[in-house]
């Protein structure tokens, strides 16, 4: 009964590759988020999604290209990866959009080789 | 633009130590202010939030305060355990422009038995 579960956890993969990585939350939340950790641990929003619509979108390459299916699902697609794409990317969500409390998943780390 | 540093980045204690970690943010129209934890290979955990309006939150043996005026927040650990060992994030909530939450780099903690 994880709050917010997101698969793979670990994926490793070739340069030029696409992949997706999938998040779910059962807390009831309308909001979702995508962030980014990179090998220094800086924590970095890429996008936000309230009630199924972009609300956020940072300065992200085009080639990752998030979908939200319904609120309580926000998957991150992303295509040609590179190198520098190798990172953990975490879900998240929270109650609203409007700064309340917010629910990590475990984390997925991606390996570009 | 909000930025937000701790310090120091790494602490290393006793068991049975009090501790304070701080955090500063640059920008003092925020909306709130959280703490996590995150424990290697694991997502992130919530720890304390603190409205803006608010001066401090109280959880079991952790107690946050808040100076929006001066930017600064701290987290106290009373009594700290080998158990807290992880590395403990602040993160403010801006105001405006989405209430985008943007992330301390954080400290590591290491409590000693």
């Known amino acids: 009964d994880t709050a917010v579960s997101q698969t793979p956890k670990y994926l490793v993969t070739q340069m030029g590759n696409d992949k997706s990585i999938k998040c779910e939350q059962n807390?009831?939340?309308?909001?979702m988020y995508w962030y980014k950790q990179d090998s220094k641990k800086f924590l970095k929003i890429m996008f936000s999604y309230n009630n199924k619509e972009l609300i956020i979108n940072e300065t992200v390459p085009n080639r990752f290209s998030p979908k939200s299916p319904d609120k309580a699902h926000l998957n991150l697609h992303i295509n040609s990866l590179e190198l520098g794409d190798s990172a953990v990317y975490f879900c998240?969500?929270?109650?609203?959009?409007?700064?309340?409390?917010?629910?990590f998943g475990e984390g997925s780390w991606l390996t570009v080789v | 633009k909000q930025e937000v540093t701790q310090i120091p980045a790494a602490l290393s204690v006793p068991e049975g130590e009090n501790l304070v970690l701080n955090c500063s943010f640059t920008d003092s129209a925020i909306y709130n202010l959280q703490w996590f934890r995150q424990d290697p290979g694991k997502g992130l955990t919530s720890l304390l939030l603190?409205?803006?309006?608010?001066r401090e939150q109280t959880s079991g043996r952790l107690n946050a305060s808040l100076d929006k005026s001066s930017g600064r927040s701290t987290l106290y650990i009373a009594a700290s355990q080998p158990g807290d060992s992880a590395t403990y994030l602040c993160a403010v909530t801006r105001l405006t422009g989405g209430f985008k939450t943007i992330f301390g780099a954080g400290t590591r903690l290491f409590v000693k038995a």
């Open positions: 807390l009831g939340h309308d909001t």
């Open positions: 603190i409205q803006s309006s608010q």
């Open positions: 998240a969500s929270s109650l609203s959009d409007r700064g309340n409390t917010i629910y």
